[in-house]
T-cell receptor, first 109, second 117 residues
Framework: GIQVEQSPPDLILQEGANSTLRCNFS?????LQWFHQNPWGQLINLFY???GTKQNGRLSATTVATERYSLLYISSSQTTDSGVYFC???????????FGTGTRLQVFP | EPEVTQTPSHQVTQMGQEVILRCVPI?????FYWYRQILGQKVEFLVS????????KSEIFDDQFSVERPDGSNFTLKIRSTKLEDSAMYFC???????????????FGPGTRLTVT
């Protein structure tokens, strides 16, 4: 099955810094999503981005499907950005999302 | 904005007991899913459900698990005889997708934290 790998596994930032999280996937995908898991365990949808670039406030994401990777950019990080960021993908003829192992982000004031 | 809801938010049960986790998907969605996340691990797919049938399931989804859409709005996951290793966060999700028509965004509920003692 498809493998989804994320890097880095851990990231520690000071408030105001920028960061880039990476997601590599081993097969062609028809769905790629980014989530933020908050301290209460809730999964917050950030982006649905099987290809192209999207922006939402301080966050943006780019997926290069032909090269099998996606990037999540966080600019001017805030303490509320702390948590675990997951990417997840589906391949054709299936609708199950395969999750990566996540990037744990800690933002300190 | 429409959202997926789940009840209860936290359930504690004793080993061997049956539990039912409940979900209300987004109203115009046709595909429903259950995922679980054991503490500290990644989220894993359990089962997908369409047109009152299981469309896909993982090896985790064995005979002790079942899903049902008992009415037009609820979607449930039943665990018949809980084990300690069933302790996890269980997420329900829904999407507009029809099988074979391409990937659609899956919308996740807030989760039910199940603790088996």
């Amino acid at each position: 099955g498809i493998q989804v790998e994320q890097s880095p596994p851990d990231l520690i930032l000071q408030e105001g810094a920028n960061s880039t999280l990476r997601c590599n996937f081993s097969d062609s995908v028809n769905n790629l999503q980014w989530f933020h898991q908050n301290p209460w365990g809730q999964l917050i949808n950030l982006f649905y981005i099987p290809s192209g670039t999207k922006q939402n406030g301080r966050l943006s994401a780019t997926t290069v499907a032909t090269e099998r990777y996606s990037l999540l950019y966080i600019s001017s990080s805030q303490t509320t950005d702390s948590g675990v960021y997951f990417c997840a993908a589906t391949i054709y003829n299936t609708d199950k999302l395969i999750f990566g192992t996540g990037t744990r982000l800690q933002v300190f004031p | 904005e429409p959202e997926v809801t789940q009840t209860p938010s936290h359930q504690v049960t004793q080993m061997g007991q049956e539990v039912i986790l409940r979900c209300v998907p987004i109203s115009n969605h046709l595909y429903f899913y259950w995922y679980r996340q054991i503490l500290g691990q990644k989220v894993e797919f359990l089962v997908s459900f369409y047109n009152n049938e299981i469309s896909e399931k993982s090896e985790i989804f064995d005979d002790q698990f079942s899903v049902e859409r008992p009415d037009g709005s609820n979607f449930t996951l039943k665990i018949r005889s809980t084990k300690l290793e069933d302790s996890a966060m269980y997420f329900c999700a829904s999407s507009e997708a029809l099988l074979g028509t391409g990937g659609f965004e899956q919308y996740f509920g807030p989760g039910t934290r199940l603790t088996v003692t």
